[in-house]
């Protein structure tokens, strides 16, 4: 009788539990309906997804278009810094004056041509006087020089530039070879 009324209770304790519901296609009654709306249900997604390749596609040419304006506008503000410079190289051409007039002109020149780079954030890396740094110097050669601290740059043969810390071009220098402070 103990048993019974267990099994019962275990029968009911079941019965309270919710049942997963078995999923059942809805069937209309007539097939061909059924049909002919998933058919249409396919053509509405693939039309959905044309028009969102569409979509991306011209997203897509419009950064790039919009890219190379940018590019251009930005070339075209650092042109029209060295337009000046360029016009006064061409007069200096046309200059009839003696040398030490032409020096002048074209040292002005070039003063004109370092404020341009200024005004565009491009910064002289620093040499004389240093120590030699590989990231920024190439060494053109090294001279023994025992007035001199080793490594030190004591030559500038062309000058580096840099925009903030992104190197352009490395400064070309000779540095100084000290045998007396390596014995040291």
């Known amino acids: 009788m103990v048993n019974e009324e267990r099994n019962q209770d275990t029968a009911a304790a079941v019965a309270d539990e919710p049942q997963a519901e078995a999923i059942v296609p809805v069937e209309t009654s007539n097939p061909t309906e059924e049909l002919e709306r998933v058919k249409a249900e396919r053509d509405a997604l693939v039309d959905r997804l044309a028009r969102l390749q569409a979509e991306f596609d011209n997203a897509r040419k419009r950064e790039a278009r919009e890219r190379n304006e940018f590019r251009d506008f930005a070339v075209s503000g650092a042109v029209e810094q060295f ?10 051409l046309k200059s009839t004056g003696s040398a030490d007039q032409l020096r002048t002109g074209v040292e002005l020149i070039v003063k004109q041509m370092e404020e341009a780079l200024r005004s565009l954030n491009v910064q002289p890396v620093e040499t004389v006087g240093t120590v030699f740094d590989p990231r920024v110097h190439e060494a053109l050669e090294m001279v023994a020089r025992p007035d ?19 190197l352009l071009r490395p400064a070309l220098v000779r540095v100084v070879n000290n045998p007396q402070q390596k014995e040291a």
């Open 83 to 92: 337009l000046p410079v360029l016009d006064n190289f061409q007069l200096a």
């Open 148 to 166: 001199l601290p080793d490594h030190q740059v004591f030559d500038e043969v062309r000058r580096g530039y840099k925009i903030k810390e992104r």
